[in-house]
């Protein structure tokens, strides 16, 4: 396309601007004008009064987004050294970016970064030979606003973003057992006819009650057989009336504390140690209990699993020796700066964002991440301190930003 025929271009879309305005307010020489939607030469938002134009764009191609600003007059592109230009950015939470501009090629360039998201109110002013214009307008994306009846019914959920100490854990499996110096194998202390027996499999029994009377055979004295721990009858071998020699005749176990013997991978064995603390849950998430690490084996199987082992308490008998459990054993910990909820992290035009609230607007902040510990996840940029975010259903935001297309446009 010949200069020729981009000036008559030019001076075309200016022209059906000014026809398309209803009414234009002003004072003396300088111009307050409402937003425009007419589309520029170079695709950004074209501001025209009275013969000469601005337009607006956003390039972001390979660099951090900066704003560039091309001017017109009577239909031809003036040199950007001939403009006087002012232009602010409003945004949400009562932040202003006053963007100052240099002179590149046959534009002006913003020196500040536009930072996300790019979702504002504009103000410009500019002048051109005497002539001061000035534009407001509105650019939003990712916004949205919701009565308070409708942030009740969705289950919004709002807190403030703050420091956090991240607790890093490992999650494992394995299977209950009883603590090995807490099961006793009763045998009787001289062979003899056992004359009575007293207890059962499933009786809880306490220290020194008595199990059995024995008749001893070389004295034909009877004596008691007593617990020598307390706890449940889990095995009875024999019957009264039988003799009893060096044979068991009961097992009692004591299951008041159990042991978690948890399958550790190589990955895991080398962030674990001795006394870290481990969360114990059963498969179907019915109860939790918190115990440590007692023990770590020293040799792996062949199937490349270490033994670690957990201490945990047992008052209520839950935890049953053979049930399968998994366990969280806390590793480490950090303290950030600054930290979301995980659940509180959506994705728009590809990147992360949570969800902002300015009253009854929420309006996505794009978040740089680092390290999670899975319920929370710490931010290195992108979201001020003290901001209220939506952690408890955002998505529901989501689908109302996107329900009309995730436009990006400038």
Do not use: C
Request: hydrophobic content about 40%; aromatic content about 10%.
């Amino acid at each position: 396309m010949t200069n020729k025929h981009s000036f008559l271009l030019i001076a075309l879309i200016i022209f059906i601007w000014a026809f398309s305005q209803s009414s234009i307010a002003s004072t003396g020489e300088e111009h307050q004008h409402s937003e425009v939607t007419i589309e520029g030469p170079n695709g950004g938002k074209l501001l025209s009064d009275d013969g000469f134009a601005v337009e607006i764009t956003i390039f972001e191609s390979g660099i951090p987004p900066e704003m560039r600003v091309y001017a017109y007059y009577q239909g031809e592109i003036l040199q950007p050294d001939q403009i006087e230009l002012d232009i602010k950015l409003h945004r949400l939470g009562d932040v202003t970016d006053a963007l100052s501009f240099t002179t590149e090629k046959d534009y002006l360039v913003s020196n500040e970064v536009v930072v996300e998201p790019h979702s504002y109110e504009v103000s410009v002013t500019a002048s051109y030979r005497g002539q001061k214009s000035s534009w407001h307008y509105e650019a939003f994306e990712g916004r949205t606003s919701l009565s308070n009846r409708v942030i009740e019914k969705a289950g919004i959920l709002v807190e403030d973003a703050s420091a956090k100490t991240l607790n890093f854990k490992e999650r494992l499996f394995g299977v209950i057992a009883p603590v090995n110096q807490k099961i006793a194998h009763i045998q009787a202390t001289y062979s003899g006819k056992i004359a009575d027996i007293f207890v059962d499999v499933g009786d809880q029994v306490s220290a020194g009650q008595t199990l059995a009377r024995i008749i001893n055979s070389a004295s034909g004295v009877s004596y008691d057989v007593v617990s020598p721990i307390a706890g449940e009858v889990t095995e009875r071998f024999m019957n009264a009336g039988e003799i009893a020699t060096d044979k068991a005749i009961f097992e009692i176990v004591d299951l008041s504390s159990v042991w978690v013997e948890l399958s550790a991978f190589p990955e895991n064995i080398e962030k674990l140690k001795v006394g870290q603390q481990a969360k114990v849950f059963d498969l179907h998430q019915h109860e939790n209990v918190f115990g440590e690490i007692i023990y770590i084996a020293p040799q792996m199987t062949g199937g490349h699993i270490a033994r670690a082992r957990v201490l945990i308490k047992n008052l209520s008998g839950h935890w049953r020796p053979g049930m399968h459990v998994q366990a969280d054993v806390s590793v480490s910990q950090k303290t950030v700066d600054l930290a979301v909820r995980k659940d509180a992290v959506q994705t728009f035009r590809g990147m992360p964002v949570v969800f902002a609230r300015y009253g009854n607007t929420f309006e996505v902040r794009m978040v740089e991440l680092g390290e999670s510990d899975g319920e929370y996840i710490e931010v290195t940029g992108g979201l001020m301190p003290n901001t209220p975010y939506v952690y408890g259903n955002s998505f529901i935001l989501k689908a109302d930003v996107l329900k009309d297309g995730a436009s990006h446009d400038h």
